[in-house]
Structure formats: structure tokens, C-alpha cells
């Protein structure tokens, strides 16, 4: 995977709002322009980005997973989620069954229509740049009890973009200033910033997760052949995220992942230590027993109340 941050801009020909669907991975590949003139999205591509238009995601069904600013994110059915133009994230290819739609806003459309109280909570263009121009934004909306569901707004919106009927670009953006009117009305919203770069955020998030999945083999020049970082900045990233060197950044991974399979599995000790990188037994009990104060047979029996 390439860790880099890729921008994202508006597909050749577009020059307006566009509505884009999403469900499921399919095998076939499209540029971006493909999927705008068939207004589907095949597969996602995983990458980090930002975008260079405001995109408003809708999770029609089943949980929509992102990373976003470094962290991870579940948006369940029934979320909104609006980002801004800086805002670091990448999507997450959905293992259960899931449906999106993707609507991405041009920046103009926030000059030239105003949405009352939006820039209240969100401020979109001129009036978030004289805040802060650097700083990461996402807007999550849940619906209050009788909020209209904003399905048929969207599937409208999609089928004007897909026919391109004369006119059509007026109505889009009158159904995007009635969604957004509706989402600020009858919607709880929670707004999310990072005053700073979240490059180093995103990247912990990843080496995190390459490490638990790779506990009985991992070491720092795996990381360097994965990450393409020399092994100082490993160090220095670990440090400042967790206060921790990466050896015992490593160890502590190690034993909570062994306190979980302890509990959940039907393993021996030594099966554990061998499946979290621990060729010592004997090392593994006294690092168990100086991190829980129990040996690994005792926190077997008394977290399972035997």
C-alpha cells in the first residue's frame, strides 16, 4: 500500500455537483471519469486522500468503516458524514454488505447558496479559511426522531446527474441546499477537527494494525521494508504517539493480544507465546506476570471465574 496522500479533484467534464453510489467491490477497474458518467463506484481504492470539493457521504445500508484523521471511524446506516477539503482519510473496503452514496460539492456552490445556520457549525470556503486554513474537519449528522430520510433526495439528485437533462444542474443544486437545510433542521450534528497535520496520526494508525498482525514475526526492519521510513523515524513517531519506545511499544501489543487469546481461545501457553513473538516461555511468564501480576495459567482461571 502507498502511504502517501493523494488529492482528489473533480473528474474532466464535471463542473457541478455529482452523485455517485457504492455497493460492493466488483472486479472491474474504472478511472474516475468512468464512474462519474455511470454514477457507480466499482471498488474503492483504499488509498489516502483529500479532495479538493466538499464530499458528503450517505450510508444507505450496513456500516460504512473509514480512517480518518488517524482514526478509525464506523459510520452505521442512517449517517451523514460531510469532510472537508483538507481532511485526511481513506475508505475502508467493507466486508459485510454495504451501500454509499457519494456526493461531491464544488466549493463554488458554497459562495453562491446559502444554507441556513450551515456555516454555524461548518463553515465551508471563504469563511473557514479566515479561520484556519489548515485545519481538518468532518461533520457527522445522526437524525433526531422524524427527520426525513434523505434517500429519495439523493436518488433524485443521482438521476439528474446521470440523464443530464436541460436544466438539470439548477435542480441538483436546489435538492443539495434542501438536504443540507434539512440535515442542519432535524439533525444531531458533531463536528470533528485536528488543528494539526494528521499524516503522522494516519501513519501510527497503520503501523499499529501491521504489527498485530504480525506479532510472532514483526521486527523494526519489516516496518522499514512496509512503510519505506528508516527506523529513527519509527522510533520517534512511537515516542511521541504512546510515550513509549518501540521495543516496549512492541512488548505491550504483545501481552495484550496474549490476555485476549488467553481468555478467548482453547490454547496452551506455550501455543500463545509462540502465536504473539515470545520464543522464551519462561520470558513470557515473567513479562505477563509483571504487566497483569498474574502468571498466565492464574489469569486464564480468574478472569474466567474458575
Not at 444554507?115 to 454555524?120: D, I, R
Not at 465551508?124 to 457527522?140: C, D, F, T, V
Not at 494508525?205 to 521510513?229: C, P, Q, S
Not at 519506545?245 to 504483545?254: N, Q, V
Request: hydrophobic fraction near 40%; include cysteine.
Amino acid at each position: 500500500m502507498d502511504y502517501t496522500v493523494n488529492l482528489r479533484r473533480m473528474p474532466n467534464g464535471a463542473n457541478g455537483i455529482e452523485v455517485l453510489s457504492y455497493s460492493g467491490n466488483l472486479a472491474e477497474e474504472q478511472s474516475i471519469d468512468d464512474c462519474v458518467k455511470h454514477r457507480h463506484i466499482p471498488r474503492l481504492l483504499g488509498d489516502y486522500h483529500t479532495h479538493s470539493f466538499i464530499e458528503l457521504m450517505y450510508v444507505q445500508k450496513g456500516v460504512f468503516h473509514q480512517v480518518v484523521m488517524g482514526e478509525p471511524v464506523a459510520l452505521p446506516e442512517g449517517t451523514l458524514c460531510l469532510q472537508d477539503v483538507n481532511c485526511i482519510h481513506r475508505d475502508l473496503v467493507p466486508e459485510d454488505e454495504v451501500a454509499v452514496y457519494f456526493v461531491w460539492i464544488p466549493l463554488p456552490f458554497f459562495r453562491e447558496n446559502r444554507v441556513e445556520g450551515l456555516n454555524a457549525v461548518f463553515p465551508i470556503g471563504a469563511e473557514q479559511q479566515s479561520l484556519k486554513p489548515e485545519l481538518e474537519r468532518y461533520a457527522l449528522f445522526q437524525p433526531r426522531a422524524g427527520a426525513e430520510q434523505p434517500d429519495a433526495v439523493i436518488a433524485l439528485m443521482q438521476r439528474e446527474c446521470l440523464q443530464r437533462w436541460p436544466g438539470y444542474e439548477k435542480i441538483v443544486v436546489g435538492f443539495m441546499v434542501r438536504l443540507l437545510s434539512e440535515l442542519v433542521e432535524q439533525y444531531q450534528i458533531r463536528v470533528v477537527t485536528a488543528e494539526r497535520n494528521t499524516r503522522a496520526a494516519a501513519l501510527f494508525y497503520e503501523i499499529g494494525n501491521y504489527i498485530k498482525d504480525n506479532l510472532d514475526t514483526v521486527n523494526i526492519r519489516m516496518l522499514t521494508d512496509a512503510f519505506h521510513f528508516n527506523r529513527n523515524y519509527f522510533n520517534r513517531l512511537i515516542l511521541q504517539r504512546t510515550g513509549l519506545t518501540y521495543r516496549a511499544y512492541l512488548g505491550r501489543l504483545r501481552l495484550e493480544r496474549s490476555a485476549e487469546l488467553l481468555l478467548e481461545s482453547s490454547l496452551s501457553v506455550r501455543e500463545i507465546a509462540a502465536a504473539v513473538g515470545y520464543e522464551n516461555r519462561t520470558f513470557f511468564n515473567q513479562q505477563l506476570r509483571e504487566r497483569y501480576g498474574l502468571s498466565p495459567g492464574e489469569y486464564r482461571r480468574m478472569r474466567q471465574g474458575k
